[in-house]
């Protein structure tokens, strides 16, 4: 009998020492990438001493990230899973022991594979239900958890801009530019919230204002809001130049500076938010405004930023065809070109809408 109890104490203080001994850790890195590209996060542990069965729940935003799999795995954890749960926007990793002995798990567990979308920082954190087990029956083992952060070497600019075709004054957003393959049905463009791309441009302060940067086919939502990704590199003050496929080219008012982490430019709350204050009144109380429409081409081909008879004439050219689809000549964007373009166009036309730039000062 006292050899029994004797036994027994020792499982118990055995056991007491695997739930009382040094601490396990899991860590993620921080990394710095650029939007756009495939990242590996290596997940250290220290210390999974004994381990019988590894449960690690990840919390990710998925609009940043894009999970793809799981790389590297740790010999000593062979079949480790790992998928992600868009209920939960969580990456989980398991992983249970199929005989003894269990393993002593230290140095990279795996690597998590992702696609870094952006357009800032992102953190992957790990949830307070992680569980780690130790032994037979099965101890939870005290972790330590370092979450991972990933950087960007890109910085957003946060723009809010309108195009004058493609606002409806009575929902006060836009309308998602139309396609249409057979003359009758229309179908949205694109994907999504997105109503069209637009290119962005940095222009220097001074003359003779050279581009500094361009990012183009930059995707606007129908409140006009869109992020462009710049260099964190560029700090200094730039005009903020916004493109259109059947827009007036139009600049900010004024150079503007890029010293902090992120850069927000509305449009569309006063017309001097543009240089010249050349912008369309598109709708008050309160008033709202946006790029003039109907730059669709030029004497050449192109567009060459002013809305003349050339726009005009392209513009009854397709209506008299009877032309339908994704085109720069149907300005309202829904699908076909008809009389309602013509008069948009036409109407700037008479007004004599063009750009107003530093280096371009209106005509």
Not at 50 to 62: E, F, H, Q, V
Not at 128 to 149: F, K, R
Request: contains cysteine.
């Amino acid at each position: 009998m006292k050899t029994k109890f004797i036994l027994f104490s020792i499982l118990i203080m055995g056991m007491a020492g695997v739930s009382l001994g040094v601490n396990g850790t899991a860590s993620l890195p921080t990394i710095t990438s650029t939007p756009g590209t495939s990242i590996s996060l290596a997940l250290n542990v220290t210390n999974f001493t004994n381990c019988s069965s590894i449960g690690l729940i990840i919390t990710i935003d998925p609009t940043a990230l894009t999970f793809t799999g799981l790389s590297n795995i740790n010999g000593s954890t062979p079949g480790l899973q790992g998928n992600f749960n868009s209920g939960t926007s969580s990456v989980n990793i398991a992983w249970s022991a199929s005989n003894q002995p269990f393993p002593n798990v230290t140095g990279i567990l795996c690597k998590l594979n992702f696609t870094f979308i952006g357009p800032g920082s992102t953190s992957l954190i790990f949830a307070p239900s992680c569980q780690v087990t130790t032994g037979l029956p099965p101890v939870d083992l005290t972790v330590i958890y370092t979450n991972g952060q990933v950087n960007t070497t890109n910085k957003p600019l946060n723009i809010s801009v309108f195009m004058e075709g493609l606002y409806n004054s009575g929902t006060g957003t836009m309308n998602q530019a139309q396609d249409c393959t057979d003359g009758a049905n229309t179908f949205n463009k694109f994907t999504g919230t997105t109503v069209d791309t637009v290119s962005v441009l940095l222009a220097a302060a001074t003359s003779p204002w050279a581009w500094i940067y361009q990012a183009h086919n930059q995707k606007v939502n129908p409140n006009g809001t869109l992020t462009a990704d710049i260099p964190s590199a560029l700090a200094g003050n730039y005009y903020i130049v916004v493109r259109q496929r059947q827009s007036v080219e139009t600049w900010s008012a004024n150079a503007v500076s890029f010293a902090g982490s992120s850069i927000t430019y509305n449009f569309t709350d006063a017309a001097g938010k543009a240089y010249g204050s050349n912008q369309q009144l598109l709708s008050s109380s309160p008033n709202v405004y946006g790029l003039y429409c109907g730059d669709v081409t030029s004497m050449i081909s192109g567009q060459d930023g002013y809305v003349d008879i050339f726009d005009n004439n392209a513009v009854f050219n397709q209506t008299q065809s009877g032309s339908y689809g994704y085109m720069a000549e149907d300005v309202n964007g829904d699908g076909f070109v008809d009389i309602f373009d013509m008069v948009v166009v036409f109407n700037n036309m008479q007004y004599a809408i063009g750009m107003n730039t530093p280096p371009n000062p209106a005509k």
